[in-house]
């Protein structure tokens, strides 16, 4: 950190006080500061204490001339290395993920292209309206670092996540963005298979099942923001390609099997999709109402990926497959293990309506044995799995 310049703008909240404290380590570790109050930033903080602990002039306003003509506000955006916002308030983070310039601290954010940090602090209702959710989702989405906030009691009394993280925390994230350490799955290569299959009956009718590719698009999603350079095989279903993920679109099981046997990697395999069991031996035309009642359909087994992966001569060195079960979930899935060549399997209990959903409720089920992960949203459980991953790429380390 000595050396760098922290460009810290301190937002209108009763947290700002505890901007001082940061800006005491940030000088005490050797980093310059600029700082920058908000108007009502300015009401928690006085620009004075401010000034003295940054020893550096506070900048407040777009139209202070004096200091615009000493450096103006596009290259005061743009010489620091580092911009951090605390603490950032609902409000400065919706005009940042709107694109707002309407204050000096908004117009900085705007006109900058160096690493900002937002460290949020703010009443636990305000923190958890939709309305923060999404603006936080689209800042994370343009690239800005959002911690979490701390959860405990409020100023106001309530409690809940939205107080400023503590100081060591808030270094610690500063330290890391200055000198990144490298993602946990850098050089890493997975494939991911997610989504149901169609397999056709004639060429307007299919067999399908009602996975929705939630959870399989967030590991991909998850596996991708922890450096892993991601394969991820898709059924049929109208979900974005997560960021920095290569998406190969299929239909059918064996047209899965053939994707995920050319792009085949050496490290990681995910099998989340709902790779229907069966095909029908399908017609070529259309099947037609007749006097002879419904058609038979005659099912023909379609290959198990997951198996033919896990027992394969190029296996990659992780193997993850996904178990849907009724009942018995535990004997069910360690039971997957052996016959699929899994090193582990993610036991879901489907008898609940997880389908379409964005909450689910798995086990990890290892040679060791399973853990019962509780009830999570499908997120959770993909971030926390790519934990587990990195956890198992870097054990040496
Ligand atoms: O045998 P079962 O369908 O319960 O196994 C589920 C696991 O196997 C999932 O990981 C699924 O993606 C995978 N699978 C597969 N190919 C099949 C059937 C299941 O890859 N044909």
């Avoid at 609902?90 to 900085?108: K, Q």
């Avoid at 490290?267 to 419904?294: C, F, N, Q, S």
């Amino acid at each position: 950190m000595h050396g760098k310049t922290i460009l810290l703008i301190v937002g209108g909240g009763i947290a700002a006080f505890k901007s001082l404290e940061l800006v005491r380590e940030l000088r005490r570790a050797g980093a310059r500061v600029t700082p920058v109050l908000t108007e009502n930033g300015a009401r928690f903080v006085t620009p004075l204490s401010l000034a003295a602990l940054a020893e550096a002039p506070v900048r407040t306003s777009l139209w202070d001339l004096e200091a615009e003509a000493g450096m103006g506000h596009i290259q005061l955006s743009r010489s620091a290395d580092l911009i951090v916002v605390c603490p950032a308030t609902a409000d400065l983070m919706a005009r940042a993920a709107t694109g707002e310039a309407n204050d000096l601290a908004a117009t900085l954010l705007l006109a900058t292209d160096t690493p900002v940090l937002m460290v949020p602090a703010m009443n636990v209702r305000m923190w958890q309206h939709r309305a923060t959710v999404r603006n936080v989702a689209t800042l994370r989405h343009d690239g800005v670092t959002v911690m979490e906030p701390d959860v405990g009691e409020m100023a106001c009394g309530e409690f809940g996540p939205g107080r400023l993280p503590q100081v060591p925390a808030i270094m610690e994230s500063i330290a890391d963005l200055l000198d990144p350490t490298p993602l946990p799955l850098a050089g890493r290569r997975a494939i991911v298979t997610a989504g149901p299959t169609h397999e056709a009956i004639d060429p307007v009718r299919y067999l399908g099942n009602r996975s929705s590719g939630k959870q399989g698009f967030a590991i991909a999603a998850s596996l991708a923001a922890a450096g892993a350079d991601v394969t991820l095989v898709a059924g049929p279903v109208a979900l974005e390609t997560p960021d920095g993920v290569y998406r190969v679109n299929v239909t059918s099981a064996r047209e899965m099997a053939d994707a995920v046997a050319k792009f085949m990697v050496p490290d990681i395999a995910v099998m989340v999709a709902a790779v229907a069991d069966w095909r029908v031996d399908a017609a070529e035309g259309k099947l037609k109402k007749g006097d002879g009642g419904p058609p038979p359909l005659t099912l023909v087994e379609n290959p198990d990926i997951l198996a033919t992966t896990g027992h394969g001569a190029n296996r990659p060195r992780l193997v993850i497959g996904f178990a849907a079960e009724t009942g018995d979930l535990l004997a069910n899935a360690t039971a997957k293990l052996a016959k699929k060549g899994a090193d582990w399997i993610v036991a879901n209990d489907v008898s609940a309506g997880v389908f379409g959903s964005e909450d689910t409720h798995v086990h990890l089920v290892t040679r060791q044995g399973s853990e019962d992960w509780g009830p999570a949203s499908k997120l959770t459980v993909a971030y926390r799995l790519t934990g587990r991953i990195s956890a198992e790429f870097n054990r040496d380390k």
